[in-house]
């Protein structure tokens, strides 16, 4: 290895700072005086620009993703050995028992990784700030199941529906897994949304993929390539974009559709943390799932051809008698009281 | 929206600023200028980042980069008859006259792995936080508990040792 001369070591520094934060005033003079001290200065820039691309190019290949992975290890390790910096330490008092006994050792590591549980009954919601930062909001009648360890932050969507604000942290990968699908994201704003049969994914910033089966992925959050193709098994989305996955219309068949869809402008952001359900085209067995989650009386349908009507409209959450009462205007659905429930019937429909 | 092509120029900066500055800084000698362009070039892909080739990002922005640089000099009178000749003439300018970079962005994906295995440990973790997962100098020091200044001297050592080991083509791949 040739031995590095001063000019070199300037031309990668200022390579680095170029590509780091934007240079202050003074640091602009400083380089166009370095820049302008030796013709060749401006091609040592470069030579160390194109060894970065020569990198970038092979970014997403099986031995980078390798050499990435590892790295991501070791930062993890180095990071775990910086003091005042470890993460989720079983408390003082458990270190102790650790130290009394080798038995209590095991179970206070199992127990700083059991996983918590937040849910919310009928007309509820709720928000967590998780200890990261992180922001976990939680629509009505949603369970959620997390899960914190030092290398990673999971998240079970049971039931209902929840959105995510993710802190970044490259180190922490951290997924949501919902009926065999599992979303992964950095920095990011999105929800997930179990409704019917169905599965649904928004993205409000940031990037999220989507990856088939609910194993933890190998690779970091970044590894993934922008518009993923559709065989690699992960789909990217785009803020402003949704992502339905149903169950395949042949239940032999096995394999779920996922299709991308891009609502209606403006985003509909998650207008029911604001207690609003905004309804686009969307089905009544829709309309009627999201609605019972607020609804002291639920709604049925009377039959399976009134679920296929399609609605759209804002109503507030948990005002049943507002929602029946616009269905009956736009679309002329009955309602009338049932045993423990409201019955939606079809126009025509006698019973 | 706004608010995302932001996000979306940010990115984008940590990962073409640098090659875009010294795409123009080797056509214009001036900082100022260099950085405006490159501004300029960043805007226009983030404004697009939706219609990229994601196999060829790099292609495309060095296809905008050539554009936004014709316009420059098409604006300042003062561009000189060979560089107008040369633009007209040949579509494929850019490699014609950026021989090394393009050189080694063509090195073998084995001599690329070879030369950043071949990095001390720490060295090449903080070299691939830099520059793959695209975190700042700042957050990889307070992540790894290093100085800014330390992280700096890691990344500085494996930029020269990767750029020298393509410079050679790769002679231990």
């Keep these: 290895m040739t031995p590095h001369d001063a000019h070199d070591e300037a031309a990668a520094i200022w390579a680095i700072k170029l590509g780091d934060d934007a240079l202050s005033p003074a640091e602009r003079e400083d380089f166009q005086r370095w820049l302008d001290s030796d013709p060749a200065?401006?091609?040592?820039?470069?030579?160390?620009?194109?060894?970065?691309?020569?990198?970038?190019?092979?970014?997403?290949?099986?031995p980078m993703m390798t050499l990435r992975e590892e790295a991501l290890a070791t930062a993890r390790r180095m990071h775990a050995r910086t003091p005042g910096m470890a993460i989720q330490r079983p408390p003082v008092w458990m270190l102790?028992?650790?130290?009394?006994?080798?038995?209590?050792?095991?179970i206070s590591v199992w127990y700083a990784q059991q996983p918590t549980f937040y849910s919310t009954g009928r007309g509820e919601r709720q928000i967590v700030v998780l200890d990261d930062g992180s922001k976990l909001s939680l629509d009505a009648g949603t369970r959620v199941k997390v899960r914190y360890t030092r290398d990673g932050r999971q998240f079970w969507l049971q039931e209902g529906r929840a959105s995510f604000k993710v802190a970044k942290n490259p180190l922490r990968p951290f997924s949501v897994s919902a009926r065999g699908k599992l979303v992964v994201a950095t920095g990011t704003e999105f929800s997930v949304e179990l409704i019917g049969r169905e599965t649904r994914v928004i993205l409000y910033e940031g990037h999220v993929a989507v990856l088939d089966g609910d194993a933890r992925p190998r690779a970091a959050p970044g590894m993934f390539d922008k518009k993923g193709s559709a065989g690699a098994g992960y789909v990217m989305l785009d803020p402003g974009e949704e992502l339905v996955i149903a169950p395949s219309a042949t239940a032999a068949a096995g394999a779920p559709t996922m299709a991308i869809r891009e609502p209606a402008n403006p985003l509909p952001s998650a207008d029911w943390e604001?207690?609003?359900?905004?309804?686009?085209?969307?089905?009544?067995?829709?309309?009627?799932?999201?609605?019972?989650?607020?609804?002291e009386t639920p709604l049925r349908l009377g039959d399976a051809r009134v679920g296929l009507m399609r609605v759209s409209g804002v109503f507030r959450a948990g005002d049943t008698a507002n929602l029946t009462e616009g269905l009956a205007a736009t679309l002329g659905i009955a309602s009338r009281p049932g045993k423990d429930a409201i019955i939606l019937t079809a126009p025509g429909d006698k019973e | 929206m706004h608010a995302e092509t932001q996000k979306q120029a940010e990115a984008l900066n940590k990962r073409f600023r640098p090659a875009l500055m010294s795409f123009f800084l080797r056509r214009i000698h001036n900082f100022q200028e260099a950085e405006d362009l490159t501004q300029d070039v960043i805007l226009r892909i983030s404004e697009r980042a939706a219609s990229i080739d994601a196999s060829?990002?790099?292609?495309?922005?060095?296809?905008?980069?050539?554009?936004?640089?014709?316009?420059?000099?098409?604006?300042?009178?003062?561009?000189?008859?060979y560089e107008t000749e040369t633009l007209a003439v040949r579509g494929n300018w850019m490699d014609e006259l950026d021989p090394e970079r393009v050189m080694q962005s063509r090195q073998s994906l084995a001599t690329v792995a070879g030369a950043i295995r071949a990095m001390p440990e720490r060295t090449r973790t903080i070299f691939m936080l830099f520059r793959l997962e695209k975190m700042k100098q700042r957050e990889i020091a307070d992540l790894l508990g290093l100085s800014i200044r330390t992280v700096e001297q890691h990344v500085m050592r494996a930029s020269l040792m990767l750029r020298d080991t393509l410079a050679q083509g790769g002679a231990d791949a």
């Design chain 1, 274 to 295: 604001a207690g609003q359900l905004v309804f686009e085209n969307e089905p009544l067995t829709v309309v009627v799932e999201r609605t019972n989650r607020y609804a």
């Design chain 1, 41 to 62: 200065n401006v091609d040592r820039l470069a030579s160390i620009v194109g060894a970065w691309e020569a990198v970038d190019r092979y970014a997403a290949s099986a």
């Design chain 1, 96 to 106: 102790v028992a650790a130290c009394l006994c080798l038995v209590f050792a095991g």
């Design chain 2, 56 to 81: 060829r990002p790099d292609a495309y922005v060095f296809q905008i980069a050539a554009n936004v640089l014709r316009d420059h000099w098409r604006r300042s009178r003062v561009r000189n008859a």
